[in-house]
């Protein structure tokens, strides 16, 4: 399931970044064109993203645990959890559940996928990235696939096999929480679980409804920038804090830092039919971790 891509830098050094596919530069429509409360899109509008390369799937819990291990600090012990129960009771003694090595990691912070995708020198998507890649070159479709609800053999959604109260559809996606990355056929651009298994957190602040129709190009919601983002917004002090209760500290009297809702796309194992459109946008604070979200990486094509 591994492809490979390559990026030309100006010193003509060749890096190979196993696990990812490119993106290409180019414009697509970005939202849709019926208001939707529920799923609070954007409207439709024209934007145009610089070529990009993204992991093909989600990042696994093996591939985190190598983080956390070179990276012990993400695991500290004996500190309030409020936000993240799950995350610490999971990765208190270093490790996942058994058996879950290949599926997605969850559980896990905005800053811990940030701190994660600095570590290998790649960064969160935007939201406007994300997107694009999720449509895998298809325009005005609702899911990467299509048009067509779910059956059990495109994603991992709340199926028959759930618990909860809006799975309504009598299908089988084969799993009753996450699945193995990569168990269901891959988008146009060879993108797999792009709808389901887990929601994928993205660089953007979290703001409501775009209504230009202006072009944009590579837009990022909030008044970060990618730069700023990526430098300033990956301390695990700024986490760590929010969690131990020191209310005072230099890092949470940063409001815009802490406070701050961020977007999370794609629908996860949990989520009814109509929320794994992609159009379908989620927030919530950067401190906060569900059983039912992870991330992907990408990087930039030139360099």
């Not at 490119?22 to 697509?28: K, Q, S, T, V, Y």
């Not at 509008?45 to 645990?65: G, L």
């Not at 990691?105 to 406007?128: C, D, I």
């Not at 660089?203 to 409804?209: E, G, K, M």
């Amino acid at each position: 399931m591994t492809h490979t891509a390559k990026i030309d830098l100006e010193n003509d050094d060749e890096v190979v970044l196993d696990g990812m596919v490119l993106i290409p530069a180019g414009e697509f429509q970005m939202g849709s064109p019926d208001p939707d409360p529920e799923c609070r899109q954007h409207l439709v509008h024209t934007v145009y993203t610089d070529a990009f390369y993204m992991d093909i799937h989600e990042v696994t819990n093996a591939e985190f645990k190598a983080f956390v291990e070179a990276n012990p600090e993400w695991r500290k012990e004996n500190i309030y959890q409020g936000y993240a129960e799950g995350y610490l009771t999971i990765w208190r003694d270093n490790n996942y559940p058994e058996g879950d090595a290949d599926h997605p990691v969850t559980f896990v912070s905005w800053y811990a996928a940030m701190a994660y995708a600095k570590w290998v020198g790649k960064r969160l998507p935007t939201e406007a990235e994300w997107e694009k890649a999720a449509r895998g070159g298809l325009e005005s479709k609702q899911f990467p696939w299509g048009d067509t609800l779910p059956d059990g053999t495109q994603c991992n959604f709340a199926d028959k096999n759930t618990d909860f109260k809006w799975s309504n559809m009598d299908v089988d996606d084969g799993y009753k929480r996450t699945a193995p990355v990569g168990s269901y056929p891959a988008n146009g651009y060879g993108l797999y679980d792009m709808a389901g298994n887990v929601w994928e957190w993205c660089l953007d602040a979290f703001h409501y409804q775009t209504n230009s129709n202006a072009l944009r190009r590579n837009p990022i919601g909030g008044r970060d920038s990618i730069t700023d983002l990526v430098e300033n917004h990956m301390d695990v002090d700024i986490e760590r804090v929010m969690r131990d209760g020191t209310w005072n500290a230099d890092a949470v009297l940063d409001a815009d830092a802490v406070l701050t809702e961020r977007v999370l796309r794609g629908g996860g194992w949990s989520c009814n039919a109509s929320t794994l459109r992609i159009i379908f946008r989620d927030n919530y604070p950067p401190v906060n971790t569900e059983n039912c979200s992870g991330f992907r990486c990408v990087k930039d094509a030139t360099a």
